[in-house]
């Protein structure tokens, strides 16, 4: 089974930068159809941030456009998530799933995820 495991997260202050990896312990990030971030703010439900297919598109949340890139580099086989000009409102867990793009419905469909990383924006 595969296992995916984040790292990168930490307390930075507004207006810096992060960038968050996620690699496979078990299997291949390669095996994946799609990769993507999610977020979970306190008392707030899981959000895709961004997402990146194989052969299809890559999608970003409107709250993180022009500030959030996904990379998905194969030769290391990790999956980025570089985040400049944070802000407080990004504070959350931030996840790492595997799975597939569903191009007939244009969703995406995690299989595995990573247990976060926390990531958090002071003012």
């Known amino acids: 089974q595969v296992q995916l495991v984040e790292s990168g997260g930490g307390l930075v202050q507004a207006g810096e930068s992060l960038r968050l990896s996620c690699v496979a312990l078990?299997?291949?990030?390669?095996?994946?159809?799609?990769l993507a971030w999610y977020r979970q703010a306190p008392g707030k439900q899981r959000e895709l941030v961004a997402a990146?297919?194989?052969?299809?598109?890559?999608t970003y949340a409107d709250s993180v456009k022009g500030r959030f890139t996904i990379t998905r580099n194969r030769a290391e086989a990790t999956v980025f998530l570089q985040m400049n000009n944070l802000k407080p409102e990004d504070t959350a867990v931030y996840y790492c799933?595997?799975?597939?793009?569903?191009?007939?419905?244009?969703?995406?469909?995690?299989?595995?995820w990573g247990k976060g990383t926390l990531v958090t924006v002071s003012s």
């Open positions: 990146t297919a194989n052969g299809g598109p890559t």
């Open positions: 799933g595997g799975g597939t793009y569903y191009r007939d419905r244009g969703t995406y469909g995690m299989d595995y």
């Open positions: 078990r299997g291949s990030i390669s095996s994946f159809n799609a």
